[in-house]
């Protein structure tokens, strides 16, 4: 099983700032096959970026992803109010798995 | 419009039964891989199993193997979840989630809102 571990655990940071997160994989995801959700409380997750790096269909250009191998980053360019939640990411190159996810919250 | 629907959650003792189902509308159903996903409460998100879009496929994770069956029914444009021999650990909210059409292992990109499942004596 391919284990995704995600940090920091939470960034604190205001509107405006920029927010970089990270997704470490035990183990290389076969064809970049790695994708971030947002999830706000109550809801149900919202893909954001598929395959390391394309954006999914309506997803505002301040997202983007990158990365290969077993590192992959979700940069958010200037956070906007909407954007405080968490992220989750996911490989599905081998199995399924998802990490433990990243809490953007307003400091 | 993409819309999944679940239903079927409640409360459950251990050892119990329930049958989970997602009801999907505004797509053509049988050209995707479909999959439940589940999140304990306060918790983070865990794919439980994805089945073909001709059903011919079927896949679960571990801890669920043996107990959980899969299936749908795409005459009715349904997706279901068998869940036998339940846990106290099984308590969730289950979603229904939908790939790409045409891919065989993907990212999922369109989610119900849930069924909560609560099993406890």
Known sequence: ?107 | EVQLVESGGGLVQPGGSLRLSCAASGFTFSNHWMSWVRQAPGKGLEWVANMKHDGRERYYVASVKGRFTISRDNAKNSLYLQMNSLRAEDTAVYYCARSPAGVPAAHFDYWGQGTLVTVSS
């Open chain 1, 1 to 107: 099983e391919i284990v995704l571990t995600q940090s920091p655990g939470t960034l604190s940071l205001s509107p405006g700032e920029r927010a970089t997160l990270s997704c470490r994989a035990s183990q290389s995801v076969s064809s970049s096959y790695l994708a971030w959700y947002q999830q706000k409380p109550g809801q149900a997750p919202r893909l954001l970026i598929y395959g390391a790096s394309s954006r999914a269909t309506g997803i505002p250009d301040r997202f983007s992803g990158s990365g290969s191998g077993t590192d992959f980053t979700l940069t958010i360019s200037r956070l906007e109010p909407e954007d405080f939640a968490m992220y989750y990411c996911q490989q599905y190159g081998t199995s399924w798995t998802f990490g433990q996810g990243t809490k953007v919250e307003i400091k």
